[in-house]
């Protein structure tokens, strides 16, 4: 057998440097009033996140009803044509 099939394998792992996201769909939203300013600190004191990870993802799944402004680190295109169809907008996060 060549000596390069018996050295062992090493390299670049990229599963090191992957972002996770705390994933929120919009439809969690309508538990806020109208008017509100959404953070991802006020997600994890009303308990609808465990932990902000790399960051927050606001997805489009669901219906939302009330206007609100809501400050995340990342949305879907769906998610920011539904905020601003009910009125609210939507903040991206640094």
Do not use: Y
Not at 10 to 21: C, S, T, V, Y
Not at 81 to 92: D, Y
Request: aromatic residues 6%.
């Amino acid at each position: 057998m060549p000596l390069i099939r018996r050295i062992p394998k090493r390299g670049f792992k990229n599963a090191l440097f992957k972002k996770e996201f705390a994933i929120v769909n919009i439809d969690k939203f309508n538990c806020f009033e109208s008017g509100a300013v959404v953070t991802p600190e006020l997600l994890l004191d009303k308990k609808i996140i465990k932990d902000i990870m790399d960051g927050v993802k606001v997805l489009s799944e669901g219906e939302l009803k009330v206007s609100l402004t809501i400050k995340a680190h990342k949305f879907s295109k769906q998610a920011i044509e539904k905020i601003e169809k009910a009125g609210g907008k939507a903040e991206v996060i640094a």
